[in-house]
């Protein structure tokens, strides 16, 4: 429809359309003509500038799951895009690699499960298990964002380099090697809002407290962390790079060209520990699974139904209405629960 457009006026420029005399009429129609061509050029236009970050999900290893908004299996493809609302699962010795336009790189660790939301030029990865790296090659621009959010914390990544680690629904670490984040963490019942930043070297836990605590209900404690503290997804995805361990070390003063750093066996210790952390965890579920309560699902036996007790007036046919209600001959304590046909035997129905 734009090049129908265009090329009708070009034709019409070159004098290739007839024109009997230029009447003020036929001018307006030749305004009329390029002020529509703008307009549906205009849609193109807007949709180019507003086109959002790319994401796409550039390798994986081992087994990973990717499903929609509506909780479908979407079938991978090479460099396939990742939409809003898609969520990621990787399984054990399994891992994930997130591309984002090229300058922004999100891995995810063995046993762990993200969400993806985003708007326009907004990005929010929910780290609900597991652990997330990402490393930002170049400082983000004054319209995008990146955060990164666990249950009780979120942090902005602009142009820098750590991971984040759920340990529980309670308790979130941020470990950063380059730059600096800024950090938070809320209470979602009181509304409390706590926030620090983050530099190079330090790492910060974030937990948000039982609320039958007394006193503050969420926090933020910072502290150096050394190399032997890094996670072996990180160092194998770090290390082969010099210039970035080099900018690691000057940031950060940790220095992972030391030839006493092994990333592989490091991954190897992080890829047992899950093993054995999953092993505890399935003979949890099947201890629960033949586990046969002994103890009684009644504590007290049902009686027998009680007979209906006679009205004494009644029988000796004396009495007439309106005479008083006489006292219960005798009381009867229940332990509920119990059903309607016991309860009416009882009562003499």
Not at 130 to 146: A, Q, R, T
Not at 177 to 193: F, H, I, N, Q, T
Not at 227 to 249: N, Q, R, S
Request: hydrophobic share 35%; glycine share 8%.
């Amino acid at each position: 429809m734009v090049y129908s457009n265009l090329n009708t006026l070009a034709q019409f420029e070159r004098g290739e359309i007839a024109v009997r005399e230029k009447s003020i009429p036929q001018r307006l129609l030749s305004l009329l003509l390029a002020c529509v061509i703008c307009l549906t050029c205009a849609p193109t236009a807007y949709a180019e500038s507003a086109v959002a970050a790319s994401m796409r999900l550039m390798k994986t290893e081992g087994t990973v799951s990717v499903s929609n908004s509506s909780g479908r299996t979407v079938t991978q493809t090479e460099r396939m895009s990742l939409r809003s609302g898609y969520q990621l699962e990787t399984a054990e010795k399994s891992y994930a690699w997130i591309n984002l336009d090229d300058v922004k790189l999100a891995e995810m660790d063995a046993v762990t499960e993200i969400g993806i939301r985003k708007k326009g030029k907004k990005l929010d990865i929910l780290v609900e298990s597991g652990s997330l790296h990402f490393k930002v090659d170049e400082p983000l621009e004054g319209d995008e964002n990146l955060n990164i959010r666990t249950s009780t914390m979120a942090i902005g990544v602009r142009g820098t380099c750590g991971w984040v680690k759920v340990i529980d629904q309670w308790t979130s670490r941020i470990y950063i090697l380059e730059g600096s984040v800024e950090a938070s963490v809320s209470d979602p019942v009181s509304g409390e809002v706590k926030t620090e930043t983050i530099s190079a070297g330090e790492m910060a836990i974030c937990t948000v407290y039982p609320q039958d605590r007394s006193g503050s209900k969420c926090d933020i404690v910072r502290q150096d962390f050394t190399v032997a503290d890094i996670d072996g997804f990180v160092l194998v995805e770090l290390t082969p790079d010099k210039t970035v361990c080099d900018k690691i070390y000057e940031e950060s003063g940790l220095d992972l060209r030391d030839p006493s750093v092994k990333p592989a066996e490091k991954l190897k210790q992080d890829q047992e520990q899950v093993r054995d952390k999953l092993e505890e965890i399935e003979k949890q579920l099947q201890e629960q699974e033949d586990k046969i309560s002994v103890e009684p699902v009644w504590t007290n036996p049902v009686p027998d139904p009680v007979p209906a007790t006679p009205n004494a007036d009644s029988s000796s046919g004396g009495g007439g209405g309106g005479g008083s209600t006489p006292a219960p001959t005798e009381t009867i304590t229940l332990t509920m629960p119990q059903t309607a046909a016991t309860v009416n035997a009882y009562l003499g129905r």
